[in-house]
């Protein structure tokens, strides 16, 4: 079994490699277009000092903030998440482990199958780290539906509008993600899920507040 040490080294290589890949191909990009650092902060709303880490590798973006800079630019977010998805294909892979990740708190993402050109449907594979329901940390929120199956160990599901709901592996739900939810494992192991959802327009309250 792998000590807490090392799963927070693998942590820490796995954020690296990601911000490390969507900096690069922001300065990719500035230099194709011929973009300074302001003119891309204008567009994005994100300041011209954390772009310049951002490229740097001295900092991160949460998946909200991704999902800003791509919108700020015209380009569909797999366009910052796999540069290679701007070539037209019919199916997407990603080995197990090898998708652009991004930490929370109470989650960490990994983003699936972005080799398909323009897509706006996100897929995700995530890790609950949350064992309890914190009712101070605020809501997560974004437009759209999304769809949640358990892959292994038991979640709990809480909402703004229905009493908390435990799921199992293989169990499945669809909701509206308009309405506030927080994932919670249940037991000792970190449950993981499979998410799908709408990257159009996709602002997470909870990761603009920055939790």
């Not at 070539?87 to 090898?98: H, L, P, S």
């Not at 995700?124 to 309890?132: E, G, I, T």
């Not at 199956?149 to 009493?163: I, N």
Request: glycine residues 10%; charged residues 20%.
């Amino acid at each position: 079994m792998a000590s807490s040490d090392n799963k927070g080294k693998t942590t820490k290589a796995a954020a690296t490699l990601s911000v490390n890949m969507i900096g690069q191909r922001l300065r990719q990009l500035r230099k194709e277009h011929d973009w300074t650092l302001v003119e891309v902060a204008r567009l994005t709303g994100i300041s011209a000092g954390t772009l310049s880490k951002l490229e740097r590798g001295k900092t991160d973006l949460n998946f909200t903030s991704v999902n800003k800079l791509a919108n700020g630019l015209g380009l569909p977010v797999t366009d910052l998440t796999n540069p290679r998805s701007s070539f037209q294909g019919r199916r997407a892979i990603t080995i197990g482990g090898q998708g652009v990740k991004f930490d929370a708190p109470d989650m960490m993402y990994e983003v699936l199958c972005t080799d398909v050109s323009n897509h706006q449907q996100g897929y995700l594979k995530a890790v609950v780290r949350a064992h309890h329901f914190d009712p101070k940390l605020p809501w997560h929120r974004h437009n759209g539906q999304e769809f949640l199956c358990v892959l292994s160990g038991k979640l709990q599901l809480h909402t703004e509008l229905y009493e908390p709901v435990e799921l199992k592996t293989g169990d499945s739900i669809l909701f509206d993600s308009s309405m506030g939810h927080h994932y919670v494992s249940l037991g000792k192991k970190d449950a993981e899920i499979l998410i799908s959802m709408s990257l159009q327009g996709y602002q997470n309250v909870a990761d603009a507040l920055g939790v």
